[in-house]
């Protein structure tokens, strides 16, 4: 197995004061896919706020690439980690200046635009996610799936070693929800990129990733953690998210798959 690129040994983190979660103990390798999952309120999105020091943690430690990520400048740590928030934004500019905003982390001092060398890097992340063809369009006039695809591209133009994404499929239909995650398959493939990713379609997380982070939500902690076949569960399943399901296996693929049970009425036997 690859080395880590991002651990966290003991982490607690919340808001004024009160745990959301407590003793977190992870590991992220190179070059993997990670999806954390469960239900809504178990912390997700508030453990990636913790892992790119946007929210302080508590107690423990986080460490990047072997150091305590507390010790590495902002502007190093926008070098190294990227990330797409669960809203992309919708600003009243282009999208190529928008996109160009991921070399911020690289301006010398006094430096106000963009060089030619930040440019090229920018149309070719645009080119890669299929968004150059948008590049004189508004941000606030294009669609949500090209919108996350330009977010995407903004976020590879800082050239990261870590790729974090929170909901990226979120309110897209299936056609965008599968084109964002061939996207994010194809990057970690061609471009050896980590990604770790909050999701919530646990069948699209079993599908596309190497390793799997399942947070109950009640306990505050990590409830298992392994590749899909390992945490996507009936018993965890329902353990977690407290609902009935059944687990298949996709025929294509060979990866679980999540099945609802729907329950019978009242008398219905």
Same mark, same amino acid.
């Given at each position: ?77 926008? &070098?190294? /980690?990227?990330?797409? @928030? ?10 190529? !200046?928008? =996109? *160009? ?109 190497? &390793?799997? /982070?399942?947070?109950? @939500? ?10 899909? !076949?390992? =945490? *996507? ?37």
């Amino acid at each position: 197995m690859s080395e880590p690129i991002l651990t966290t040994e003991g982490l607690s983190c919340g808001y004024a004061g009160d745990a959301v979660l407590s003793d977190i103990n992870i590991e992220i390798h190179t070059g993997q896919i990670i999806s954390i999952i469960g239900p809504n309120g178990a912390g997700k999105t508030t453990l990636l706020r913790a892992l790119t020091h946007h929210l302080k943690h508590q107690q423990g430690t986080i460490r990047f690439d072997g150091r305590d990520i507390t010790t590495i400048a902002r502007r190093e740590l926008a &070098r190294k /980690i990227a990330v797409v @928030g669960q809203t992309t934004e919708q600003p009243m500019m282009r999208v190529e !200046d928008y =996109v *160009l905003l991921g070399r911020l982390p690289y301006f010398r001092r006094y430096q106000l635009i963009e060089s030619k060398t930040d440019k090229s890097i920018a149309r070719h992340y645009m080119r890669l996610t299929n968004t150059w063809r948008l590049k004189d369009a508004k941000m606030n006039e294009i669609s949500g799936g090209e919108r996350q695809l330009a977010a995407i591209a903004r976020a590879l133009t800082q050239e990261p070693a870590l790729l974090l994404l929170d909901e990226p499929t979120s309110h897209l239909d299936i056609t965008h929800q599968q084109q964002i995650m061939e996207l994010v398959a194809s990057l970690n493939r061609d471009l050896s990129l980590t990604v770790l990713m909050v999701i919530h379609d646990l069948n699209l997380a079993s599908e596309y990733s190497d &390793r799997l /982070i399942l947070l109950d @939500g009640a306990a505050g902690r990590v409830h298992q953690s392994g590749p899909p !076949d390992i =945490v *996507l569960t009936n018993q965890a399943i329902h353990s977690v998210y407290k609902t009935i399901v059944r687990i298949g296996t996709n025929p294509v693929s060979g990866r679980p798959c999540v099945f609802l049970i729907k329950t019978p009425p009242v008398g219905d036997y």
